[in-house]
């Protein structure tokens, strides 16, 4: 039988060939993105649950095998454990300053700077990496110092809003705050394992010291955010 006439558009000599569909070529790109940004956000929310549950030591094997990916596949993404702790640090960083940043038109500033301090307190008690992580190279990334330089804008924005509410003293600042985030979950750490929620009880006292009922003023003032950039520099040289 005669092969199909190349006037109807199809390759002469073939038969049966599926129409060239320049789309199905376009969209491979689209699929493969869609794919790599699937796996990438397994990976990290992987990660992220196997950090802290485990610590920083929990292996590349593991968060693979919770991802349901293989070793390969962390280091497309990855060159290294630590590219992968840095990206899971800023996603931590940025989940936090978005919250804050929706909480900075609630109507009660008093109850959103509350709420954010909460939030900021639990995702470090929850977790056991993340004060690990918050130490020497990872504080001292350029992504790492971006991401803290947002979130520090975030609580001054909450921080001012309660201020000019006349809801905490007037000599509080954002820093003041994000610093205070740290202090809470340290105070309870110790009885963490036995008493995993006694960090809600230092964070509202600290909270009760920001009131400004009783203030008296304070010896020293907030540190800047030179100091903690310089010391997050001076962290990383010593690692």
Same mark, same amino acid.
Not at 1 to 23: C, L
Not at 142 to 149: H, M
Not at 163 to 177: H, K, L, N, W
């Given at each position: 039988m005669a092969s199909t006439a190349a006037g109807d558009g199809s390759r002469p000599g073939v038969e049966g060939r599926r129409p060239h569909d320049p789309r199905v070529v376009g969209d491979a790109p689209a699929r493969l993105r869609a794919?790599?940004?699937?796996?990438?956000?397994?990976?990290? /929310?992987?990660?992220?649950?196997?950090?802290?549950?485990?610590?920083?030591?929990?292996?590349?094997?593991?968060?693979?095998?919770?991802?349901?990916?293989?070793?390969?596949?962390?280091?497309?993404?990855?060159?290294?454990?630590?590219?992968?702790?840095?990206?899971?640090?800023?996603?931590?960083?940025?989940?936090?300053? /978005?919250?804050?940043?929706?909480?900075?038109?609630?109507?009660?500033?008093?109850?959103?700077?509350?709420?954010?301090?909460?939030?900021?307190?639990?995702?470090?008690?929850?977790?056991?990496?993340?004060?690990?992580?918050?130490?020497? /190279?990872?504080?001292?990334?350029?992504?790492?110092?971006?991401?803290?330089?947002?979130?520090?804008?975030?609580?001054?924005?909450?921080t001012a809003r309660a201020r000019d509410a006349g809801s905490i003293r007037a000599d509080v600042t954002g820093q003041d705050v994000v610093l205070l985030l740290g202090a809470a979950c340290q105070a309870a750490a110790p009885v963490a394992a036995t008493a995993p929620e006694l960090w809600r009880r230092y964070l509202a006292l600290i909270f009760d010291g920001l009131r400004p009922q009783a203030a008296h003023p304070l010896p020293h003032p907030a540190p800047t955010r030179t100091q903690l950039a310089d010391e997050a520099a001076a962290a990383g040289s010593a690692g």
């Amino acid at each position: 039988m005669a092969s199909t006439a190349a006037g109807d558009g199809s390759r002469p000599g073939v038969e049966g060939r599926r129409p060239h569909d320049p789309r199905v070529v376009g969209d491979a790109p689209a699929r493969l993105r869609a794919d790599a940004a699937h796996n990438r956000r397994a990976l990290l /929310d992987a990660a992220s649950a196997t950090f802290a549950e485990e610590g920083m030591d929990a292996s590349i094997a593991r968060i693979a095998a919770r991802a349901g990916i293989g070793k390969g596949t962390v280091f497309r993404h990855f060159a290294t454990k630590q590219h992968l702790v840095v990206a899971i640090f800023c996603d931590r960083l940025d989940r936090l300053a /978005d919250l804050g940043a929706e909480l900075s038109t609630a109507p009660d500033p008093a109850a959103a700077l509350s709420e954010f301090m909460t939030v900021g307190v639990e995702q470090q008690a929850s977790d056991r990496s993340f004060c690990q992580a918050a130490t020497g /190279d990872t504080r001292n990334d350029p992504a790492v110092r971006a991401a803290s330089v947002r979130l520090a804008e975030v609580a001054e924005t909450l921080t001012a809003r309660a201020r000019d509410a006349g809801s905490i003293r007037a000599d509080v600042t954002g820093q003041d705050v994000v610093l205070l985030l740290g202090a809470a979950c340290q105070a309870a750490a110790p009885v963490a394992a036995t008493a995993p929620e006694l960090w809600r009880r230092y964070l509202a006292l600290i909270f009760d010291g920001l009131r400004p009922q009783a203030a008296h003023p304070l010896p020293h003032p907030a540190p800047t955010r030179t100091q903690l950039a310089d010391e997050a520099a001076a962290a990383g040289s010593a690692g």
